[in-house]
């Protein structure tokens, strides 16, 4: 708006009609952008050969009976690129599918309901963690993944149920009875009058009846495995872990990330994920050699350096690391005690089998005793000595043993770990963990929103971790071939991407610098 020789000047507005009809109608390819994500997806999933679909055990001939089915293409289509825009329910993706256009081109205007979706994503959910490994060796085989250096970590994220559900023995038995009292109540209720017996029970008599199976079928659980302790009656698999917002019910999901290999042309950066896990188990200690092992398989090849944070230091994994030949970069998880006078400064002599303290007090050998069902060997001096040193009740505060060491299996190992984090190679090496681990977690939880699970069991929540990690790896390539898409190719010059070792997708035709009408696909 603008005044001129004092008058105002009024812009004028654009029409709005919503009944307005299309004189020559677009084809469905124009509704979205050549360079949409979708279409990458369409292209990922249109270009698997008959072996890949084998791999996800989903035939691509349908039935010879009965109505016509949505093509394999179209619902596979849709779940991954659901994922990839952070939608991981049927009925979102059914209304997805009617009123989003990047769906309506992937689907080619078809409406699959979220039955259909449902059942598809439900029978074949498991196999599409083959999936993952071909984003995995895609990206290696275009070598985009830097195996110089990979991080490990895991975070705990809530499973679709309440940690209220979380019953011990004891519990369930006060809930047995209480519902045992229930029932009776509600028996007498229906049983009063002269009114007939209804053909259905009554919905509060149905409910409780039911929890009286969670809880008997709950108990035998509890007594048949002596490990588990608790149980949870609407995700019996789930357990309590902790998290920034407290106590919840839920899982341990462990990733391995490369990063984006950067090179002189390609500043960008990024990282992929190579290996994911979803467990029960809330400590990562034994997650690190089944991680490291995924990884390999995965790309096929061995990272030069893993990264990973205290939750994964034990002599067990270095002495795992140092069999399999892998550098290993953790630091000690109680980093401040081991800075504690008196608490690593003893000197070992091989020779003699015995440590010399900092104050020159001579350490031998005693025994060997079981401390937390683990054998240790223990070395100690003369009380009568520690007690007249200068740095006694800082060393030891025992008058008449004085001080004791106690040397585990793995203690050399640790030792020359320590000595290794020490140097400063380990030490900028390391300070990586935070933007390759935390990065990706940040990404998947805000970004992509995976901050809870849908499902429920271990088994599903396992392919509900692949298929994301699926999508985080997806949305990385479609990156890369978006830069390839609009890079400035001179006339002729045809790019290529690959989808796995063997298959090859032919995807830009530039003429003249500008985009051909024509793009050619083969494969």
Same mark, same amino acid.
């Given at each position: 708006m603008g005044v001129t020789a004092g008058k105002e000047i009024k812009m004028r507005l654009r029409s709005l009609n919503r009944q307005q009809t299309w004189l020559l109608p677009p084809t469905l390819d124009e509704l979205i952008p050549d360079d949409h994500p979708a279409r990458f997806i369409?292209?990922?999933?249109?270009?698997l050969d008959e072996a890949e679909w084998r791999k996800l055990g989903i035939g691509l001939e349908g039935e010879l009976?009965?109505?016509?089915?949505?093509h394999p293409r179209v619902l596979l289509g849709v779940w991954l690129y659901g994922f990839m825009t952070s939608i991981r329910s049927s009925r979102?993706?059914?209304?997805?599918?009617?009123?989003?256009?990047p769906y309506l081109w992937l689907t080619g205007w078809q409406h699959p309901d979220h039955n259909t979706l449902w059942r598809f994503y439900k029978e074949h959910r498991i196999e599409m963690r083959h999936l993952f490994k071909l984003t995995v060796r895609t990206a290696v085989n275009m070598d985009l993944v830097d195996m110089a250096v990979q991080a490990i970590d895991g975070t705990k994220l809530q499973a679709n149920a309440a940690k209220e559900r979380t019953y011990d023995a004891k519990g369930l038995?006060?809930?047995? $009875?209480?519902?045992?009292?229930?029932?009776? $109540?509600? $028996?007498?209720q229906n049983e009063a009058g002269d009114d007939p017996l209804p053909i259905h029970l009554p919905e509060k008599l149905r409910q409780a009846q039911l929890l009286h199976t969670e809880v008997k079928t709950a108990m035998e659980r509890l007594s048949v495995e002596d490990k588990l302790k608790r149980v949870n009656l609407t995700d019996s698999d789930t357990k309590l872990v902790k998290t920034r917002q407290g106590i919840v019910s839920g899982y341990n999901v462990q990733t391995v990330v490369s990063p984006f290999k950067v090179t002189k042309t390609d500043k960008t950066g990024g990282m992929f994920i190579t290996a994911v896990a979803a467990v029960q188990d809330a400590d990562d200690h034994h997650q690190l050699v089944n991680m490291l092992e995924q990884a390999e398989e995965m790309t096929g090849k061995k990272a030069a350096i893993t990264l990973a944070d205290a939750g994964y230091h034990s002599g067990t994994n270095l002495a795992a690391c140092e069999e399999r030949k892998q550098i290993?970069?953790?630091?000690e998880p109680q980093e401040q005690r081991a800075k504690r006078p008196y608490h690593n400064d003893f000197s070992y002599d091989a020779i003699t089998d015995s440590y010399t303290c900092p104050q020159g007090q001579t350490l031998k050998f005693l025994e060997t005793r079981c401390v937390v069902k683990k054998k240790v060997r223990v070395y100690g001096g003369l009380g009568a000595v520690c007690r007249l040193c200068s740095a006694f009740s800082v060393c030891t505060k025992n008058r008449y043993r004085g001080r004791e060491l106690l040397i585990g299996r793995y203690d050399t190992l640790l030792r020359n770990h320590r000595e290794w984090m020490a140097t400063p190679e380990a030490k900028t090496v390391y300070q990586r963990r935070k933007e390759l681990s935390e990065s990706t977690f940040g990404i998947l939880k805000e970004q992509m929103r995976?901050?809870?699970?849908?499902?429920?069991?271990?088994?599903?929540?396992k392919a509900e971790t692949f298929m994301v990690a699926t999508a985080f790896n997806l949305r990385i390539l479609y990156r890369v071939w978006h830069r390839q898409w609009n890079k400035p190719w001179k006339a002729g010059v045809v790019g290529f991407f690959s989808f796995s070792s063997g298959l090859f997708l032919t995807f830009i035709t530039y003429s003249n610098a500008k985009l051909s009408e024509n793009r050619v696909i083969t494969c």
């Amino acid at each position: 708006m603008g005044v001129t020789a004092g008058k105002e000047i009024k812009m004028r507005l654009r029409s709005l009609n919503r009944q307005q009809t299309w004189l020559l109608p677009p084809t469905l390819d124009e509704l979205i952008p050549d360079d949409h994500p979708a279409r990458f997806i369409a292209m990922f999933v249109d270009n698997l050969d008959e072996a890949e679909w084998r791999k996800l055990g989903i035939g691509l001939e349908g039935e010879l009976l009965g109505a016509p089915a949505y093509h394999p293409r179209v619902l596979l289509g849709v779940w991954l690129y659901g994922f990839m825009t952070s939608i991981r329910s049927s009925r979102k993706l059914e209304v997805a599918c009617r009123d989003q256009m990047p769906y309506l081109w992937l689907t080619g205007w078809q409406h699959p309901d979220h039955n259909t979706l449902w059942r598809f994503y439900k029978e074949h959910r498991i196999e599409m963690r083959h999936l993952f490994k071909l984003t995995v060796r895609t990206a290696v085989n275009m070598d985009l993944v830097d195996m110089a250096v990979q991080a490990i970590d895991g975070t705990k994220l809530q499973a679709n149920a309440a940690k209220e559900r979380t019953y011990d023995a004891k519990g369930l038995q006060r809930l047995l $009875e209480h519902t045992d009292t229930v029932i009776e $109540e509600l $028996e007498k209720q229906n049983e009063a009058g002269d009114d007939p017996l209804p053909i259905h029970l009554p919905e509060k008599l149905r409910q409780a009846q039911l929890l009286h199976t969670e809880v008997k079928t709950a108990m035998e659980r509890l007594s048949v495995e002596d490990k588990l302790k608790r149980v949870n009656l609407t995700d019996s698999d789930t357990k309590l872990v902790k998290t920034r917002q407290g106590i919840v019910s839920g899982y341990n999901v462990q990733t391995v990330v490369s990063p984006f290999k950067v090179t002189k042309t390609d500043k960008t950066g990024g990282m992929f994920i190579t290996a994911v896990a979803a467990v029960q188990d809330a400590d990562d200690h034994h997650q690190l050699v089944n991680m490291l092992e995924q990884a390999e398989e995965m790309t096929g090849k061995k990272a030069a350096i893993t990264l990973a944070d205290a939750g994964y230091h034990s002599g067990t994994n270095l002495a795992a690391c140092e069999e399999r030949k892998q550098i290993v970069a953790i630091p000690e998880p109680q980093e401040q005690r081991a800075k504690r006078p008196y608490h690593n400064d003893f000197s070992y002599d091989a020779i003699t089998d015995s440590y010399t303290c900092p104050q020159g007090q001579t350490l031998k050998f005693l025994e060997t005793r079981c401390v937390v069902k683990k054998k240790v060997r223990v070395y100690g001096g003369l009380g009568a000595v520690c007690r007249l040193c200068s740095a006694f009740s800082v060393c030891t505060k025992n008058r008449y043993r004085g001080r004791e060491l106690l040397i585990g299996r793995y203690d050399t190992l640790l030792r020359n770990h320590r000595e290794w984090m020490a140097t400063p190679e380990a030490k900028t090496v390391y300070q990586r963990r935070k933007e390759l681990s935390e990065s990706t977690f940040g990404i998947l939880k805000e970004q992509m929103r995976f901050r809870r699970f849908l499902l429920r069991g271990l088994e599903n929540i396992k392919a509900e971790t692949f298929m994301v990690a699926t999508a985080f790896n997806l949305r990385i390539l479609y990156r890369v071939w978006h830069r390839q898409w609009n890079k400035p190719w001179k006339a002729g010059v045809v790019g290529f991407f690959s989808f796995s070792s063997g298959l090859f997708l032919t995807f830009i035709t530039y003429s003249n610098a500008k985009l051909s009408e024509n793009r050619v696909i083969t494969c």
